[in-house]
């Protein structure tokens, strides 16, 4: 299995916290491009978080502050920590991981 698997999704309430995460079937190459993208009904899909080629990591404007890019390469996977949510994040988030993309897990933020 090549593409990776994204979970924790979920309905909350604005204010809230979720945490998804990346799953590959084997070890992460950071060779890659490894980030979050999100796109919701109509629009594009965004990045939202990644880490770059120096190994640092990157955030758009809209969740800086508020969402964390990690990994854990001994379970092999990634994660996006989202605190404070607002209903703006409402979105399926996709995570690039080794090459590919998963399959999309839906948040819905809503009071």
């Known amino acids: 299995q090549v593409r990776p698997v994204e979970s924790g999704g979920g309905l909350v309430q604005p204010g809230e916290s979720l945490r998804l995460s990346c799953a590959a079937s084997?070890?992460?190459?950071?060779?890659?491009?490894m980030g979050w993208y999100r796109q919701a009904p109509g629009n594009q899909r965004d990045l939202v978080a990644a880490?770059?080629?120096?190994?640092?990591?990157a955030y758009a404007d809209s969740v800086k502050g508020r969402f964390t890019i990690f990994r854990d390469t001994a379970k092999n996977s990634m994660y996006l920590q989202m605190n404070s949510l607002k209903s703006e994040d409402t979105a399926v988030y996709y995570c690039?991981?080794?090459?590919?993309w998963g399959q999309g897990t839906q948040v819905t933020v809503s009071s």
């Open positions: 690039r991981l080794n090459g590919d």
């Open positions: 084997g070890n992460i190459f950071a060779i890659y491009p």
């Open positions: 880490f770059t080629s120096r190994g640092s990591t």
